[in-house]
Structure formats: structure tokens, C-alpha cells
């Protein structure tokens, strides 16, 4: 018997063997994979220095890291897919809603209300909302009451069809503090792009947002 032929053979099955466990695309290929170079490593292993069953077991173990890793990463691969469906389905139902979007200017197609809300995350002795419309004209200022942090709803009604813009802003102590405004607007359309981060809600009047951009539904 060549010694020498058959360890080299051996030393090869191992090499091999690596390259395919390392390249394997499921756990099922992987684990046949596996039984077969673990039977051709026993057949043709050198029969005056014979393998430390030590080595079978280091390899069983390292084979059963890399099944785990394969089926960890199958079962988020799917999770992320359901949960990509179902902000995808969440998006589609809102068309018709009435959303809260950041925004400060909104273009009315028709006689009708500008509405919205701004956040306080500090206290304030006043807060005031103010409606300017396209030639930079102040319409209408609203003092909104306040009970202390939280959201505030304003709200100007019976406004004529064109361009307005929103000023809103804090008083602490004589110190003025601008707010973001958040207005309403009705979800006319959904864009779903390749991924979730790719859908856009198109709002009346106020533009493109992502589903993200929404803080409440009215």
C-alpha cells in the first residue's frame, strides 16, 4: 500500500471538504455534504495513523455552527419579508385617511381648512400659529391654549382655494422658540418602490411622504 498516495488523498478530501461546506447553500445540501466527506475521510484515511475521533467530533460541531448560522439567517431573511408585506398592506389602507405630515405650506384646490398640530416638548408661557397666504400676507393668527407639553390643534377654517404657508412658534419668558408644523391632509396615493423604505404617500395639497414621515392619523 502507497502511505503516501493515501494521505495525500486524505489531506485533499479535507481541503475539499472546507471549500464546500463554506459554499454550501442550504442546510439540507450542506449536511449531505457533510456524511459524504466524512465517510470518503474515514475510507481513505491512512490506516497506520488513523484520525482522532476528537477530529470527527471538532468537525461535527463546526458543521452544526454553520447549519445554525444558515438557518438563522433563512428565518430573518423571512421575517423581514413579512414584515415588508405588511407595511406595504398598513400604506395601501391609509389612501383616503387623513394623515399628519411635517409640513409648513399646503396648496388648497378648493374653498376649504387648513388644520394641524405642533408638538411641545418644553413648556411654554404661549404658543401662536399663524396663516400667511401666498403673497406673504398674515390671514389669520391663532394664541392656542396650553396645559403644558404634548401636542396643540389649531385649525383655520373657511379659507379661499390657493397657496398658505405656516408660522408657528413658542414664548418662554419673552423668548420666541419656532415649532414645526404638522399638517392635515387626505392620503390620495401610495408609491410602493423595491423595499419598504420606498413607499411614498401623496397627500392633498401638501406633496410627497414617506410612511415614516406620519405622526398620527386624524
Known sequence: MDI??????????????????GNG???EEMSTMFLELLVAQISN??????MDGTAYVSQLAEFSN???????????????DHNSSMLVLEATNLVGETVAVPADVIALEKPGTVSGLVNLS???????VQLYNSNGELVEEQQLPYSGVGSLSFEFEQQDAGGYS?????TTQGVSQRLTPW???EVERVSVGSSSADILLQVDGLGNFALTD???VA
Open 214 to 216: 406620519i405622526n398620527q
Open 45 to 50: 484515511q491512512n490506516p497506520l495513523q488513523p
Open 4 to 21: 503516501s498516495n493515501t494521505t495525500a488523498r486524505n489531506q485533499s478530501t479535507d481541503n475539499s471538504g472546507s471549500a464546500v461546506l
Open 166 to 170: 405656516i408660522n408657528a412658534f413658542s
Open 183 to 185: 399638517l392635515n391632509g
Open 66 to 80: 454553520v447549519e445554525s448560522l444558515q438557518s438563522i439567517k433563512k428565518n430573518t431573511g423571512a421575517s423581514l
Open 122 to 128: 418644553t413648556p411654554a408661557d404661549s404658543v401662536t
Open 25 to 27: 447553500s442550504s442546510a
